[in-house]
């Protein structure tokens, strides 16, 4: 049960992201790629939402999603907030990747039972 309870949240959130994307080709110009970025925004929130939740109550593995996640973020976070080069942030992503790969998969094992991967 995710923290809000009963309440459609996910699911809302991809209505918006459908009616965004709608809006987004309808209208054209700038504001049209506006509500088009804010359209995948809001659907990719909504999938890594799903993906975390099912993560963390064991029933269905999304690792490399979750590190993908991870390394992402990391890259984005070194681009934005340092100066530092393209040959420096990939392989700081890389290492980012791979701890965050080693440990949402033992939390996985943790939380469905001892199983690496759970296909239905």
Do not use: Q
């Amino acid at each position: 049960m995710p923290p809000w309870g009963r309440f459609p949240l996910v699911e809302l959130c991809v209505l918006s992201a459908i009616v965004l994307a709608a809006a987004g080709f309808v209208v054209r110009g700038h504001a049209g790629g506006v509500l088009l970025v804010g359209a995948v925004l809001l659907g990719s929130v909504a999938g890594l939402e799903v993906a975390l939740r099912e993560h963390l109550g064991g029933y269905r593995s999304h690792t490399t999603l979750l590190a993908g996640v991870g390394g992402i973020a990391t890259m984005l976070l070194l681009s934005i907030g340092t100066s530092a080069r393209r040959d420096t942030i990939v392989p700081i992503a890389v290492v980012v990747f791979g701890l965050g790969f080693i440990g949402w998969r033992a939390l996985f094992k943790k939380r469905s039972g001892g199983f690496g991967v759970k296909v239905r």
